[in-house]
C-alpha cells in the first residue's frame, strides 16, 4: 500500500503527534510519502523517533507551471468551481484566501507527483491547508483523500469546512468533542460518519514508572509551546499561590514559543527565581527522562484569541503513559482522558487557585495520585494505544483489506 501524507511544515517538533503515526504506518509495511506546504525546514530538530521520515519527505516548489496546466486542462470545470468556491467561503478571511489561492500550484503538483509515485490515497493532516491542497488536487483529478481534524484547524473559522470535509472520502478526529462540534457548526456535516480516533502513544513501549511521586523534591513538568492557549501565565501564579506549601519544588517547562521571554519575565517578577526553570525546545529522549521523574504533569491549557484551544493535549497522554499524575483544565475533549479525580485532576481553565490546590493535593497524598496515575495508564491502553489506532487509521484509509496485508 502506498499513502500520500500532506502536512503544513516538516519537521515541526511540536507535531510527534503526527510522527509517531507515520512511523508506525511504515513499521506496518506501509509506504509513506510526506509532503510539506513549507519549505523544509532546516532549522527545526527531528526527533530520533521520527528520523525515518526525513527520506520520505518530499519538498516540492511552490511554483510548477507544468502540473498547474496540466491539472487546469484535465479537470478544468471542477477545478474552477473549485476555486471560486474557496474565494466565496473565504471572503471574510482576506489573508487565508490569499495563502489558499497561492497552494493551488503545489496542490497540484502534490496530486501528479503522489499518483506517479504509485500512492492510492492521500491523506491531510489537519483541515486547513493540508486538506485544502487534498480537496484542490481531487478536484483536478487526483486521488481519493481523509482529513484528520484536530483542534485550531476546526474551531477558528468553519470556512469551507463543508467542502473540504464533504468531498473527503473519509473523515477522523480525535475526539468525540470535535465530531460533535462538526456536526454543530458544520450543518453539511451533520448527517455524514466522522470516525473519532484518538492521537496515540506506543504504549508498549513506555515502562510505567511505579513509583509514588516525589515530594523531596516535589517536580512539576510542563512540556509544550509557550503561547497564549496553554495557559503557562497561570501555571506561574499558581506556583506562586502553592509553593510555600511544597517544600522543595522546581518545574521545569520544555518548550519554545511567542510568549518565551514574557513568561520568563513574569515568572522573575513574581519571584519564582531558579525554581521555575525554561529549558527550551529538548530532543525528545531528555523530555522522556523528564517523565519519568515528574512527581506531577500539568498542562493549564484555555481557550486563547480567537478560539485558539487544544483537542487532547498529547502531553497528557504521554504523561498517563508514563503512569504520572496529570493536572489539566476542562475544555474541549480532555475530559474524554482525564477524569476528574478517577484518571487525573481537572480544574477549570485560567484559574491559578484551582491549579494551586489540585498540586497540593498530589503533594499531600502521593500514593492516591499514583492510583490515579495507574488508572490514567490504564485508560490510555484502551482507547489511546498506538498500535490498535493505527489499524483504525489505515482501515479507514484503505478498507478492511489493509489490516489483512
Known sequence: MKLAVVVTEFPKSTETFIYRDLVKFLETGVDVRLYHLTPFRRGQTLHGFAAPLKDRAVDLSFWQPGPSLRGLLRHPRALACGIARMLWAYRRHPKLAAKSLALLPKALAIAEHARAAGATHVHAEFAGHPATAAWLGQRAGGLPYSVSCRAHDIFRTQALLAEKLGEAAAIRTVSDFGRNFLREKVPALAGRKIDVIHSSVDVGRIAPVDAAPSTAPFRILYVGALEPKKGVSHLLDALVLAGPQLGDWTCDLIGHGPDAQSLQARAYALGLGERARFLGMQPFETVAEAYRTASVCVAPSVIGPNGRQEGIPNVMIEALAYQRPAITTAISGIPELIRDGDTGLLIPPGD????????????????????????GRAHVEREFDLAANTRRQLDLFFGSAASAQ
Open 352 to 375: 491559578p487557585a484551582a491549579l494551586s490546590q489540585a498540586l497540593l493535593r498530589v503533594h499531600a497524598d502521593p500514593q492516591a495520585a499514583l492510583a490515579m496515575a495507574k488508572r
